[in-house]
């Protein structure tokens, strides 16, 4: 669930069509863009629903859910060249969430959250034409409460939203890793503090530094450095990533997360059409170096559009692979794909000890309309005898921009597991076909 530039961390729907940040309502300009000062509004509704649920807990049989999100962020952006040298850039704004009903079905909101927060704050500077050897904006720096992406299979945004319900520390619940509902649709995006420095712009040879500290709970408030180095051409790019762990806060550690501290995670990717028009591949292969072992994660995707075709259909496969005790780190929907309505958010881990195959079908019977079909195949590699994640699903969905503001957003899904509560895997009732759906209405001005 989320758009390549900004959307919700988990939503399906938003990943593949939707782009709010494309929409702002300019309040001033000035020099035909010289100076530009922008008010941004981006809501979204949303109803759930789902005939089984994946809590854990027997005492919640047959385990159908009712629950509903909601969010809205709101406040200004812009940029000036009236310096010496360059233009700088910022942005303010807040957002507000909330989740009603029985809370979702993967048990992570009760339902009753509401929360109203800084979202945005952020500065930053473009070179422009200072340096000429580096292109024009060929040093970028920024430094704030801002959104991040490194390359998205390692860094997508800091949006893991859970709500009251996720205690995952046995004995603690005083809801310390609430951030106010809307857990599906995922809004809060931002880091809470950042310094990046981009290089040579975004052709030929460039690069960056970033520094992350993040204020989510969900994510024990990780402390990351990171570098990346890519080379870029008509036809694709290639290139690295390299994070390194800094610290995290002992207080919301659970899990392994305090083997982040000391991590080392390197990165080999690529991505482009490799000159054959209306194609897209793209792969990573990442290594994680942290006190308990190396562990390893890399995908495939394989995609081509029919553009001569009508309604412009679009056909891709993605194969993906995550070894044991692999950690998602701030992984999120990259390249505009996540891995599955239900298995990704409610059903279990999809991010570590997992094989997963998914197809993904597109096709746009007008310019305002895309209807999608994705199938996915989830594998667990080990430990099956003690709790097993392997499954199936099928999702149908679409996206119909009403007007320019508004996007309604209709899901289906299936999801089928081989095991359920009471033999080992984690879905209420039985293991027969849970089915899902979800209406969302977007807003952009």
């Known amino acids: 669930m989320r758009t390549a530039n900004y959307a919700p961390l988990l939503s399906l729907v938003a ?21 530009v000062l922008n008010a941004d509004l981006w809501a979204g509704f949303g109803w ?62 009760a339902g009753d959250e509401r929360r109203t927060a800084v979202e945005d704050a952020y500065l930053g500077w473009k070179s422009g034409d200072l340096i000429p050897a580096l292109g024009k904006d060929g ?42 509902g809307a857990f599906y649709l995922g809004p809060r995006l931002a880091f809470g503090n950042t310094a990046v420095l981009k290089l ?48 995290v806060e002992e207080r919301f550690a659970f899990g392994d997360r305090l083997e982040r501290k000391g991590m080392n995670i390197y990165s080999i990717r690529g991505q482009g059409n490799a000159g054959i028009e209306n194609a897209d591949f793209a792969f ?44 998602f780190l701030f992984q999120g929907g990259f390249r ?33 309309l895309t209807l999608n079909a994705m199938a996915f195949n989830y594998h667990q590699l080990s430990r099956r005898h003690e709790r097993d994640f392997t499954a199936r699903e099928v999702d149908l969905f679409l996206d119909w921009m009403v007007t320019d503001n508004v996007t309604l957003s209709p899901l289906v899904g299936f999801y089928k597991p081989e095991k359920w509560l009471g033999d080992g895997g984690l879905q209420s009732g039985s293991a027969s076909t849970n089915t899902y759906f979800q209406f969302i209405v977007w807003v952009t001005f």
Request: with cysteine; proline share 4%.
């Open 48 to 109: 759930f629903g789902s005939e089984k649920n994946y809590i854990g807990d027997p005492q919640r049989e047959p385990g159908r859910m009712r629950w509903q999100e909601g969010f809205a962020k709101y406040g200004l952006n812009g940029t000036t060249d009236k310096i010496n040298a360059g233009s700088i850039y910022g942005g303010l704004s807040w957002i507000s969430t909330g989740s009603w009903g029985d809370g979702d079905a993967g048990g992570l909101t």
């Open 336 to 368: 505009k794909r996540y891995q599955g309505e239900i298995a990704a958010n409610y059903a279990g881990s999809v991010t570590s000890n997992m094989a997963i195959n998914d197809v993904l079908l597109s096709v746009n019977p007008t310019e305002k």
């Open 284 to 327: 990573e292969v990442a290594r994680q170096e942290k006190r308990s072992g190396s562990q390893r994660a890399m995908f495939f995707d394989a995609g081509y559009t029919f553009a001569d075709t009508p309604w412009q259909p679009t056909v891709s496969y993605r194969y993906s692979r995550y070894s044991e005790g692999y950690d």
């Open 139 to 180: 040093v970028d720096f920024s430094f704030g409460r801002q959104l991040v992406t490194v390359d998205g299979f390692l860094i997508t945004d800091d949006g893991f939203a859970p709500g009251k319900a996720f205690n995952p520390i046995e004995g603690v619940t005083d809801g310390r890793f609430n951030r106010g």
């Open 200 to 247: 040579g712009g975004t052709q030929g040879l460039h690069g960056s530094l970033i520094w992350l500290k993040s204020d989510n709970p969900g994510q024990s408030k990780t402390e990351v450095a990171a570098a990346t180095l890519d080379y870029t051409t008509p036809v694709g790019s290639i290139g690295s990533t390299y994070v390194h762990g800094l610290d």
């Open 15 to 35: 990943l593949c069509t939707f782009e709010p940040q494309a929409h702002a309502y300019q309040l001033y300009n000035e020099d035909e863009g010289g100076t």
